[in-house]
Structure formats: C-alpha cells, structure tokens
C-alpha cells in the first residue's frame, strides 16, 4: 500500500512573518483594546504543522527520536528568554504589585516554571473565591504551558504510531498518522465546541480543548504535497488567510467564545497563508511575509510575547491606571522591542550553539542554571508570605484590634496602628470551614456537603448555615456564639449560590437551582431548631420573593434567621487601603436602602426573624473599610473573617433573642 508523500523539511519564511503578526496583534490587543486577538491559536497550528513535520522527518529517516536530545533541544530555544522574563518579573512583582495580589500571583511563578499555568488560570477562572484576583504578570504563561505540554506529547505519539503501523499493523506510517491525527482532531473539536457551550471560561484554558489546533497543524504537514494550486488562486487565498488572522479579534468576541468552532477563524487563516505560500505568486502573501522585517520580527516573537505582558501590568499597577494612553503604549512596544532583540542576542543566540550531541552535561547545567533562580526566589517570596499569613493565626488583642467591638462594646481602637489583616494577607481571610475538607460546594458542582461544629455531641439547640458566601462569611461570630450558647452549628454552603426557590435575577446557576433542590432533603428530613440564611440582595429595599417561598418550606418545623445583606464598596478595600486609604469609605446612602428590605415586602411567613446590623458598616454618614482597626472587606463585598468574628458579641444578641422563641 503506497504511502502518503513525505512533507518536506525546508525553511519556511512566510512562517516567521506570521508569528511577527501574530505576536505584534496580540500585544496591540492586549494595550489599546483590553482584549484578545486569536493570536495564540496561530502559534497553535504553526507549531504542529513545524514539530509534525520535523519529528516525522526524524522518524522516517533514523527510525526513533531520540527524547533526551529533544527536550534538551527544546530547553536550548525555550529556556534562556522564559527564565529571565520571569526572573525579572518575580523581582519585579515584589517591588511593583501590591501585597494584595502577593498570594495570588506566587503560585502563578511556579505553574509557569513548569509548564501548567493554563490549568492554574482554569481552576481560576471557575472558582469563585477567585473571581476578583487581577491578572497577574505571568497570566501569559497559560499559552506556553499548552504549546509545553504538546511538545512532551507530540513525539509520544508519533513513536507510538510509528511502532504501530510498522510493526502492528503492518500499514503505511504517514497514512496512519494522518488517520491518528483526524481522529484527535474530531474528538478534541467536539469536546472543544461541547465545553466551550457548557463552561467557556475553562475550556478557553484546557489542554484538550485545544489539542485539535496542533492536531490540525499537524494534518497540515501531512498534506500539504497534495494542496497546490494555481498562482492566481494562490493570491487569493494567501491574502484572504492574512486577512481572516489580523482581523479574527475584531470580527469575534475571541475571549468569551473561543475555543470551540470559532476558533476555526484564525486557523483557517493561517492554513490558507501556508497553502498560498506552497504555490506562491507574484504579489502573493508569502512575498510581505517572507520580506526580511517581518522574517527579522518573527525570530524575536517568542522574547516579544513573553516581554510585552508583564511590562503592561506593571504599568497599570505602578501608574494606577485601567487603561493605556497612545504615548504609553508605544513606549511598552518600543520597550518590548528592545528587551527581545537583548534576550535573543545576549542569551538565546549563545546557548543555541551549544552542541547537543557533544556537550549534553554542560547545556543541562546551563539550561538548570536560568531554572534555579526563578524556583529559587519563588519559593523565598512564599516562605515570606506564609510567615506573615501564619502570624495571623495569633488572635488580636482586642484592646487594640476591637473591630465591630468597638460599636458593640465601646471599645477604642488604637489609631497609630494600620488595619489588619494585612492586605497580603486579606484575600485568604476566609471563613476556617474553607479549609476544611468537604465541607462547602464549589461553583460547578451540585452536591451537598455538611459540616458540624460547636457542641455536636449534646447541643441545646441546633442550628443551619445556608446559601452562598454572604451566608458564609457570618461563620465566624456564629463559630463563637455555637460555643457560647452550647449550640450545634451545621454548615451548608455552596459557592455563588443563594438560598432560593428560583432564579429571580439570572444569577443563579443551573447547578446552584439543583444545589437548593437537592439541600432541602436533609434539612426537611432532620430539621434543625433554626435556619440562618441572607435576607436581601446588596442594597435591595424589598426581599426576593425565592427567599420567601424557600422560607415558607419550614413553616412549622423551624425558625428562619434572615441576616440584612452587607454593603458592597466601589473600590477593593484590601488594594485601595494599600494605595489611596483616604478615597476607600463610600456614603452609607451608597450602601444602604433607606427602609428595611422586611418593611417593603409582603407575604412574610411568620416562621422568620429578621437582623440587621448595618450600623457596624456604617455610621450616619459613610460606610468604611476598615472598622476599629479591622479591615472589613477582604473584596468589594466579602467581609473578612477577622472583621466578621469581632461581631460575634453584636450577632449573639439577635440570636438568642431568636432562640427564646423557639420556647415560647
């Protein structure tokens, strides 16, 4: 049986000047229009079009690859400029960012030292407790980590089919893979287009959502002896495929629905440019690409990517801006310029001569000695964070640190102190049931989980913790009431969910509707002595009719504690008390509906109490961030767990009334 014609190996100029384009509207999008380009998905399809085609040229020719020699060949071109950029970026992050992004940004240094950032952005992307991190200067990273990833995969496989078809089947190599190939590009373009549909935010991270892009490079390769076509056609078609990759970002909305289908946009693009390029033509395509600007560009896309990034968010972060003016951008270009064209000269060009063959020992020292320094200051910036996080352990004393205690009990707070937590540490003030295994429902997940704490062995009264994170962040002074009043506290919770009948709003997500289905079952089972949930939504005047048919449930079998919402800030307390302290409190008429939510709604079941303590937010006048020399809000709108615990002796107050009517 013939075999498909082998692809031939050969330099391929027009390549470069589509990574220079590729690269130069990534970073354009990026600085003047906040987006994405589809860029990377160019870098996807010339990437397994050029490893197909080399390793399969290998292959042919010695019948194996040898895998020590590659990955120290893919060390060599990617290690030198990858290690420095983030080198200088964690120096710079410790200077530049504000400790509030400390916590987020550290384990980002590490998922990109080893290749798996894109899975740290996913998890990212869909857990709630991380919705309001900013981007960090390593985010870039993600599409690295994936182009890593296939390049440790890709010679598996083509070993594996190689083995395969000679020695198994008994079939032509280039037609097996070819076959392989198809069938990966089919499967991981269904489960592209099925999770981009289901979960986009993820799928726009996942490996296997875009594994179909170097696949289709790949097909690419194998075929391309066969797509020749007439000059005229070739043109046409070169021209068109430019067209379709530079405008890709402006037709589409590329961060929100790609990967799936749409991104077969600027992947058709660049196969079109490849195939024109084939044939070539007079004033084809192939002529402005493979000019010696555009060749020149593409050989420092790599540092050019890998530098404009992190230069954007420190000017955002040094400067206090949200967006870039026309002279600063320019200047990041023309900074980004500059630093690619030194990092390929004064460290790429050196240690790509390094002889593989020969001095395989002296490149793995070298290639170890740009990854140590970056683990290195990685895991020094961590230990620094993790002792100041485990300071925090210590409980304040209240003379100085009162919080809410300072309204409750009269306490003075002392004003030479600054607020703590520390805004370092303020992201990760959770509520301690965060931490504790099983015991809340992440956002794309439905089961329920419960967890029990105070006294469970002898309890005077049970009582439920019910819905979202408004629900969960008044753990901490319910932790110490449970104790006080020798009380059972059950924790239900569920990310991003309200305790609801129905999605009023179309906040609700359709896990979170199966969640509160799903959660009435142990509670009407077993029912507690009473229920304590939100009572309202942000600065709502009137109660979301879900909350009072889901109330209406424990007529009779127990009492509904309903908590007033807190208020919600403009700016992010943790970031703007570190930067502009004096522009953080908002007024309370900002914050606060002027009548109580209860007051304007009707068909309240009797079953149903009612607390509101927004005069431990706000005073006449303002609400403010930091409270008796707490800070409040760990986010716009999340209390911290140090701030929220001072408030145990203001809640106590509201709960025991409630649980007195439990006897009457």
Not at 5 to 21: C, I, M, N, W, Y
Not at 184 to 212: K, V
Not at 288 to 302: A, C, V, W
Not at 310 to 321: D, E, N, Q, W
């Amino acid at each position: 049986m013939n075999d498909l014609r082998s692809p031939e190996k050969k330099f391929r100029p027009e390549l470069e000047g589509v990574r220079a384009v590729a690269a130069l509207l990534v970073a354009i999008y990026h600085i003047w229009l906040g987006s994405v380009s589809g860029g990377v998905d160019v870098f996807f399809i010339v990437s397994g079009y050029l490893i197909t085609t080399s390793l399969l040229s290998r292959m042919m020719r010695e019948g194996k690859i040898n895998i020590g020699e590659y990955l120290l060949g893919l060390g060599r071109r990617l290690f030198p400029i990858a290690f420095t950029v983030l080198l200088v970026t964690t120096a710079a992050s410790i200077f530049i960012l504000p400790q509030v992004r400390w916590v987020q940004t550290i384990p980002e240094i590490f998922s990109s030292v080893f290749y798996y950032q894109n899975w740290q952005l996913a998890n990212s992307a869909v857990d709630y407790l991380a919705q309001n991190n900013a981007a960090s200067p390593f985010q870039h990273f993600w599409a690295l980590s994936i182009q890593g990833q296939f390049y440790i995969t890709w010679p598996l496989i083509i070993i594996g089919v190689y083995f395969i078809a000679r020695k198994v089947l008994k079939t032509p190599v280039r037609k097996t893979l070819l076959a392989i190939l198809t069938l990966l590009f089919t499967a991981s373009l269904t489960y592209s287009i099925y999770i981009t549909a289901e979960n986009q935010p993820w799928a726009y991270f996942d490996t296997f959502a875009r594994a179909w892009e170097f696949s289709l490079g790949g097909m690419l390769a194998l075929l391309i002896p066969y797509l020749k076509f007439k000059p005229s056609i070739s043109f046409f078609l070169g021209w068109l495929g430019l067209a379709i990759i530079t405008l890709t970002g402006i037709l589409l909305p590329v961060s929100t629905v790609f990967p799936g289908y749409a991104a077969l946009l600027p992947t058709g693009g660049v196969i079109l440019v490849i195939i024109a390029a084939e044939t070539g033509s007079k004033f084809g395509v192939e002529k402005l690409l493979g000019s010696k600007p555009f060749m020149y560009f593409g050989s420092i896309s790599y540092g050019f990517y890998l530098w404009h990034w992190p230069l954007l968010v420190f000017y955002y972060a040094y400067f206090g801006r949200e967006t870039v003016t026309n002279t600063a951008g320019f200047m990041i270009l023309l900074s980004t310029f500059m630093l690619s064209i030194l990092s390929i000269r004064l460290l790429e060009a050196p240690v790509r001569k390094i002889n593989i063959k020969q001095s395989k020992g002296r490149l793995s020292a070298i290639l170890a000695a740009f990854m140590l320094p970056v683990i290195i200051a990685g895991l020094s910036w961590s230990l620094y964070v993790n002792y100041s996080q485990a300071g925090m352990a210590e409980e304040l004393p209240a003379e100085d640190y009162p919080g809410a205690r300072m309204i409750s009990d009269n306490v003075p707070a002392n004003p030479d102190l600054a607020p703590l937590p520390e805004a370092v540490n303020a992201k990760g003030d959770l509520a301690s049931f965060y931490y504790d295994e099983g015991c809340y429902t992440a956002r794309d997940d439905d089961a329920v989980s419960k967890c029990s704490y105070g006294e469970t062995e002898d309890p005077e009264y049970i009582v439920a913790l019910v819905g979202g994170s408004h629900s969960g962040h008044w753990f901490p002074p319910l932790e110490k009431i449970a104790q006080n009043l020798n009380l059972q506290l059950d924790v239900y919770n569920k990310d991003a969910c309200r305790f609801s009948q129905d999605d009023f709003d179309g906040f609700l997500s359709e896990s979170c509707m199966e969640w509160n289905a799903q959660v009435m079952k142990p509670l009407l089972e077993d029912p507690p002595d009473m229920l304590i949930t939100t009572a309202n939504i942000n600065k709502e005047s009137t109660i979301p009719q879900g909350y009072i048919e889901r109330w209406k449930q424990f007529e009779g079998v127990s009492k509904v504690f309903a908590i007033r919402d807190n208020p919600r800030m403009v700016e992010d307390p943790p970031l703007c008390i570190e930067e502009t302290p004096e522009k953080c409190s908002i007024t309370r008429a900002e914050a606060l509906s002027d009548t109580l939510p209860w007051e304007n709604t009707e068909d309240i079941p009797n079953n149903v109490v009612f607390a509101d303590l927004s005069d431990y937010f706000c005073d006449d006048e303002e609400c403010s961030p930091v409270i008796g020399n707490v800070l409040v809000y760990r986010d716009h709108h999340h209390l911290t767990a140090t701030y929220a615990e001072t408030m145990a002796p203001a809640l106590e107050v509201h709960i025991e009334k409630a649980l007195e009517q439990l006897d009457d």
